[in-house]
C-alpha cells in the first residue's frame, strides 16, 4: 500500500473534465507535450492558451485551456 499520492495525466484530466485547480506551466507543457520553454514563448507571444499572474506565478485556467484548444481546432479545420 503507498501512502505517496499519485499525480493524475493532466491530458486525461482535460478529456475527463475540468480539475479542480488553475494549470502550472509545467502541466500545460505536459499536455501538449512540447517544451516548458514553449509555453513561456507562447505567452511572450500571446499565440497559446491566455495565462494569468498570482504574484509571481503563472497560472492557466481549465477553462480558458478548452476554449484555446476549440478555437485552434475550428481554425485549422476551417483552413483545410
Given at each position: ?14 478529456r ?5 485547480r488553475?494549470?502550472t ?28 499572474r498570482?504574484?509571481?506565478y ?15 481546432k475550428?481554425?485549422?479545420?476551417n483552413?483545410?
Amino acid at each position: 500500500m503507498s501512502t505517496a499520492r499519485e499525480q493524475p495525466d493532466p491530458r486525461a484530466t482535460l478529456r475527463g473534465g475540468l480539475p479542480d485547480r488553475y494549470l502550472t506551466p509545467d502541466d500545460i507543457a505536459e499536455m501538449f507535450e512540447v517544451p516548458k520553454e514553449t509555453v513561456y514563448q507562447w505567452r511572450r507571444k500571446r499565440m497559446g492558451p491566455p495565462g494569468f499572474r498570482i504574484g509571481k506565478y503563472i497560472r492557466y485556467d481549465p477553462a480558458d485551456v478548452l476554449a484555446h484548444v476549440a478555437e485552434r481546432k475550428s481554425t485549422d479545420q476551417n483552413a483545410a
